[in-house]
């Protein structure tokens, strides 16, 4: 593994110059070291000290270890299937986060037709965003009804008695959108 850093150190170098689009020169001037020693970096060839590393990762405002651990990818596909499912009844829930996120949760929910779903109190302090995508759905929260068209949003306090209808005639989808109060939310 450590056999790699170098050539990793040498990919997140220029991935992250190019991305920020600083010449090699450049980001020698912002990380205050010479021209040679950024592209020695970049040939994978490099046994930098670690004020130089320290010196670039500043310039390039990330961590050390982001500069030293293998490339991170640009872009990820997640398809479908990959993406956590679960039923609860009929109804089915899936996530729309692949990488946890702390304090935050957002879900799919597909309600057949004439179909309730209980929503579970979330901790005090949470705010629940819920937005209908197709078909008709009904929010009940603290003894107060909404009905939702297509693009509507409701905000409520998620930590309240809460449930789902689908009141019509046809599958009903909606997005959940849970944002944790902050001092819930674990590091």
């Known amino acids: 593994m450590t056999d790699d850093m170098p050539t990793w150190l040498a990919e997140n170098v220029k991935l992250l110059r190019q991305g920020r689009s600083l010449t090699q020169a450049q980001l020698a001037r912002l990380a205050q070291v010479p021209r040679p020693t950024v592209a020695h970096l970049e040939s994978g060839a490099a046994n930098p ?13 990330v961590t050390l270890e982001e500069l030293v651990s ?16 679960r039923k609860r009844g009929t109804v089915t829930i899936r996530s729309l986060l692949p990488d946890p996120i702390p304090g935050v949760a957002i879900e799919r929910l597909a309600l057949p037709p004439a179909t309730r779903m209980a929503g579970v109190p979330h901790m005090p302090g949470t705010r629940e965003y819920l937005t209908c995508e ?6 009940l929260v603290a003894g107060e009804r909404f009905a939702l068209a297509p693009g509507d949003v409701v905000v409520f306090r998620g930590d309240q008695a809460h449930g789902y209808r689908n009141p019509g005639q046809r599958e009903a989808v909606g997005y959940s959108v849970v944002l944790l109060t902050p001092s819930v939310v674990m590091p």
Not at 78 to 84: C, G, K, N
Not at 134 to 139: I, Q, V
């Open 70 to 85: 293998r490339p991170r990818v640009a872009c990820r596909h997640f398809p479908r299937e990959s993406l956590a499912e």
């Open 134 to 139: 197709s078909g008709a759905l009904e929010l």
């Open 49 to 61: 000290t670690l004020a130089v590393l320290a010196k670039v990762a500043a310039a390039l405002q």
